[in-house]
């Protein structure tokens, strides 16, 4: 048997479909066990399958979808799932979606649509699950970010924030419409840097201005301060210095004390302020945000 791995939902049509399977098995009330008596397969088999443990056998799959009523979802995801076994691709990402204009409706991202369909399966409801997922794709765009050319990552990062867009017209616990307002507020404001590097200022400032209603409607601090320190930080490139130094200033205000947003903003005061002359209250600002700085956990400092 292949070794076991683990995959991510949002990278792996493997991992969509073993998710998918488990949702609607678990609606159905069938265990592992009874499920597999169903489908003339070992539980273990059909866990496995589940797990994106190994690769998942067209039998199964459709069998499952006839005995689960799955209308052809599981078959649907099958020959992607299985073209990454043969490949030997299945931590690759999907291409990025073709945009889209005025009425084109969703992307056509495969991996986007297995992520609604399992959604659905959750009776219109964001599973722990998904969410804990969305929240992972997120951070993986903003570490790509860091070596990626902007034109590259922005059609990927704009299709999550449609998925994004759309979740919030479900069902959701008071916590997790929170959660996803922070994740399409992150997706924001990393589209308005890739925006900003990629020279289209205007767009980088809309999608700064998203970001901050985000966080305002979802009562988040840090990543309001966030929208607020990329304005201070464009000021500064734009040599308005008086108006960074008010930014960078109104941003600490809302930071919360021992964080990124917070250390940034310090800095970004110290440069105004080093840029205005004021170099002895330049060299504070810089010692708060050395202290600041300590105060982080060894990740968030790194």
Same mark, same amino acid.
């Given at each position: 048997?292949?070794?076991?791995?683990?995959?991510?939902?949002?990278?792996?049509?493997?991992?969509?479909?073993?998710? +998918?399977?488990?949702?609607?098995?678990?609606?159905?009330?069938?265990?592992?066990?009874?499920?597999?008596?169903?489908?003339?397969?070992?539980?273990?088999?059909?866990?496995?399958?589940?797990?994106?443990?190994? *690769?998942?056998? *067209?039998?199964?799959?459709?069998?499952?979808?006839?005995?689960?009523?799955?209308?052809?979802?599981? !078959?649907?995801?099958?020959?992607?799932?299985?073209?990454?076994?043969?490949?030997?691709? $299945?931590?690759?990402?999907?291409?990025?979606?073709?945009?889209?204009?005025?009425?084109?409706?969703?992307?056509?991202?495969?991996?986007?649509?297995?992520?609604? +369909?399992?959604?659905?399966?959750?009776?219109?409801?964001?599973?722990?699950?998904?969410?804990?997922?969305?929240? *992972?794709?997120?951070?993986? +765009?903003?570490?790509?970010?860091?070596?990626?050319?902007? *034109?590259?990552?922005?059609?990927?990062?704009?299709?999550?924030?449609?998925?994004?867009?759309?979740?919030?017209?479900?069902?959701?616990? +008071?916590?997790?419409?929170r959660r996803l307002l922070v994740a399409a507020g992150r997706l924001s404001?990393?589209?308005?840097?890739?925006?900003d590097d990629a020279g289209d200022r205007e767009a980088a400032?809309?999608?700064?201005?998203?970001?901050?209603?985000?966080?305002?409607?979802?009562?988040?601090?840090?990543?309001?301060?966030?929208?607020?320190?990329? /304005?201070?930080?464009?000021?500064?490139?734009?040599?308005?210095?008086? #108006?960074? /130094?008010?930014?960078?200033?109104?941003?600490?205000?809302?930071?919360?004390?021992?964080?990124?947003? $917070?250390?940034? !903003?310090?800095?970004?005061?110290?440069?105004?302020?080093?840029?205005?002359?004021?170099?002895?209250? $330049?060299?504070?600002?810089?010692?708060?945000?050395?202290?600041?700085?300590?105060?982080?956990?060894?990740?968030? #400092?790194?």
């Amino acid at each position: 048997m292949p070794e076991a791995r683990t995959l991510d939902p949002a990278m792996s049509y493997t991992a969509c479909l073993g998710t +998918l399977l488990r949702r609607l098995r678990t609606l159905q009330g069938l265990t592992q066990a009874a499920l597999g008596r169903h489908t003339g397969f070992d539980g273990s088999y059909v866990g496995a399958t589940e797990r994106a443990a190994v *690769r998942p056998s *067209r039998t199964l799959v459709e069998r499952c979808d006839h005995t689960l009523q799955a209308g052809g979802a599981l !078959l649907t995801l099958w020959p992607l799932a299985d073209r990454e076994w043969g490949t030997g691709t $299945a931590h690759d990402p999907p291409p990025p979606p073709p945009p889209g204009g005025p009425g084109a409706g969703p992307p056509a991202d495969p991996v986007l649509e297995a992520m609604e +369909l399992a959604r659905q399966a959750e009776a219109s409801e964001l599973g722990e699950e998904a969410m804990a997922g969305l929240e *992972r794709t997120v951070g993986r +765009l903003e570490r790509a970010a860091l070596a990626t050319p902007p *034109r590259e990552l922005i059609p990927a990062v704009r299709a999550r924030r449609r998925y994004a867009g759309r979740l919030l017209k479900g069902r959701l616990p +008071l916590g997790r419409h929170r959660r996803l307002l922070v994740a399409a507020g992150r997706l924001s404001l990393l589209l308005a840097r890739l925006h900003d590097d990629a020279g289209d200022r205007e767009a980088a400032e809309a999608d700064r201005d998203t970001a901050f209603r985000l966080a305002c409607q979802a009562d988040d601090g840090e990543l309001a301060a966030l929208a607020v320190e990329l /304005l201070a930080a464009w000021a500064l490139v734009d040599g308005r210095f008086d #108006a960074a /130094l008010t930014l960078a200033r109104s941003g600490q205000d809302l930071a919360p004390p021992a964080s990124t947003a $917070a250390v940034q !903003l310090a800095l970004d005061e110290a440069r105004a302020l080093a840029s205005l002359g004021h170099h002895a209250e $330049a060299a504070g600002a810089r010692q708060l945000a050395a202290l600041t700085s300590a105060m982080l956990p060894r990740a968030a #400092a790194s």
